[in-house]
């Protein structure tokens, strides 16, 4: 074997256990493994967990707030301050601060991630220019996937629709926009599956986020999903408004929403920071129920979104800290609770973006984290510092923690 973990304990399974590694996949999981291996990690008990999925993240518009000015923090701010953002992005630019993140994303644990790639008349093409290489560049401790994407509409912006097609043929994984940004969103949404359908590739939306009066698009990208035949290759991002819905409509959306076989993310940290800026009291929360529509059938998850500019000022691109930050929110409070939690940053999150055999079970891929935790309550309560992580069977990134008192 070219790895064993030996001593480590697994989410939802008690006692612990050893795994053997070979050839970059999991091969056996036992309460105690004989085999020799060329390389042991003794997990002294700590968690091993599958490697962190951060399914939605803009890697093109991170670490922004030294080059933008902000007064009130609302969307449209935001939307205004980011577009003159970037008409000065360059290659150069967007490479070095999408490293930044990518390389603190591996560090805590992230083996696969999507980003979204803004493509329109004002960037044109710079920012897939940009981040195609570093697929590559980084494929040793990171699969990336790279998701064209509209922000500022389509039908409103001439020439969109040719320059998302030239992205997708450049090799972008997947195609998506803001349809609520669009004056028509409904034929937003279907430009988008004409070239879904072209280039034959998975649809991720960012969809039903702003908390005005406008109504749902969720069942007009589920009527298009069943028209299309896309079961299954549909993701979308936000689903704020969804938190708004009673738990009647709620049941009802979700079902169609699982029967189509569509994916939906929570952007916590986003969410939270952007939504219900208009409420002057009892203010609404705004953040997509994940743990509810789990247990109405619908697959889901959460993400990053972005780091550090002006949609959210805050976050380093470290998913366990967006699982405190759910847990908190959605009122979380049992192991189970946590463990389903900790699935929407993996597993859940993996499925949601097309990456099969993201599990802890022998045949799959073995990309995973040792924690310094012992149980998925204490990853989740602290995030810890300490972090081995493992892709492809192969260490490759370790984090230590060194703290030093002086007593007087």
Excluded at 114 to 124: G, K
Excluded at 132 to 139: E, G, H, I, N, T
Excluded at 347 to 367: E, F, K, M, R, Y
Aim: net charge negative; with cysteine.
């Amino acid at each position: 074997m070219d790895l064993k973990i030996t001593k480590a304990r697994l989410p939802g399974r008690s006692h612990q256990w050893d795994l053997t590694i070979d050839n970059g996949t999991i091969i056996t999981i036992a309460p105690s493994i004989a085999t020799p291996a060329e390389t042991t990690l003794d997990a002294q008990g700590g968690l091993v967990i599958p490697g962190l999925v951060d399914a939605h993240i803009h890697l093109d518009k991170a670490f922004l707030l030294d080059r933008v000015q902000w007064q009130t923090g609302t969307f449209t701010e935001a939307l205004q301050e980011t577009a003159n953002a970037k008409r000065s992005f360059t290659v150069a630019d967007i490479q070095a601060r999408a490293r930044r993140v990518i390389e603190q994303a591996i560090a805590f644990g992230t083996t696969a991630m999507r980003s979204h790639v803004e493509v329109d008349p004002m960037i044109q093409l710079t920012g897939i220019k940009a981040l195609l290489p570093l697929r590559q560049d980084y494929a040793w401790g990171l699969t990336l996937q790279l998701a064209v994407f509209a922000q500022e509409g389509i039908t409103n912006q001439p020439g969109t629709e040719a320059l998302l097609r030239q992205a997708m043929a450049l090799g972008a994984d997947v195609i998506g926009s803001a349809p609520y940004v669009d004056p028509d969103p409904e034929q937003n949404i279907r430009i988008v599956f004409d070239i879904a359908q072209d280039f034959n590739c998975d649809v991720d939306f960012h969809l039903d986020f702003l908390d005005d009066d406008a109504p749902l698009l969720l069942p007009v990208v589920i009527a298009e999903t069943q028209k299309r035949g896309w079961h299954g290759r549909v993701c979308l991002g936000h689903m704020a408004r969804l938190a708004g819905l009673t738990p009647g409509e709620l049941e009802t959306i979700a079902a169609d929403t699982a029967a189509a076989g569509i994916s939906i993310l929570a952007l916590p940290a986003t969410d939270l920071y952007m939504m219900a800026r208009h409420d002057t009291h009892n203010v609404r929360r705004g953040v997509a129920p994940a743990h509810l529509l789990t247990a109405l059938g619908v697959n889901t998850g959460l993400a990053t979104n972005n780091v550090q500019n002006l949609f959210t000022p805050f976050g380093d691109g470290d998913l366990l800290k967006m699982c405190t930050l759910l847990a908190q929110v959605l009122h979380l409070n049992t192991a189970a609770s946590h463990e389903l939690c900790l699935a929407m940053a993996t597993t859940q999150a993996a499925q949601a973006i097309g990456l099969s055999n993201h599990s802890l079970a022998p045949g799959n891929a073995a990309d995973l984290v040792m924690l310094n935790a012992t149980s998925v309550t204490e990853a989740i309560g602290a995030a810890p510092t300490q972090r081995t992580v493992i892709k492809k069977g192969r260490i490759v990134a370790q984090s230590h923690c060194q703290q030093t008192f002086f007593a007087s």
